[in-house]
Nanobody, 125 residues
């Protein structure tokens, strides 16, 4: 599995971006997918995840009601729609895949086997 993120960029506060996570070969249907971010000088933080087993989702409190994770199996892509972006959302965003088909998803990096290279999101005026 080789994950590739796209959709990052520079956006003003209050703006929106949609990040994509895809794999050129395998479908992502059977993988639980997580989005993580890492800002300069800070630890990697779990942002959101989507369970492959029951479709449940989880969000870190700071992005609830602003970010939405979704999956398009036909396109082998998982999205992170980010609205009302704030300067504190600035970070490199990574997607990750958990191949163990857990009953739910977790925002802990150790649960994930595969990682993309990341895409930069900068929120600034």
């Amino acid at each position: 599995l080789q994950l590739v993120e796209s959709g990052g960029g520079l956006v003003q506060p209050g703006g929106s971006l949609r990040l994509s996570c895809s794999d050129s070969g395998d479908t992502l249907d059977y993988y639980t997918i997580g989005w993580f971010r890492q800002a300069p000088g800070k630890e990697r933080e779990g942002v959101s995840c989507l369970s492959a087993s029951d479709g449940s989702t989880s969000y870190v409190d700071s992005v609830k009601d602003r970010f939405t994770i979704s999956r398009d199996n036909a396109k082998k892509t998982v999205y992170l729609q980010m609205n009302n972006l704030k300067p504190e959302d600035t970070a490199i965003y990574f997607c990750a895949a958990d191949s163990h088909f857990p009953p739910a998803c977790f925002l802990t990096a150790q649960a994930y086997d595969y990682w993309g290279q990341g895409t930069q999101v900068t929120v600034s005026s």
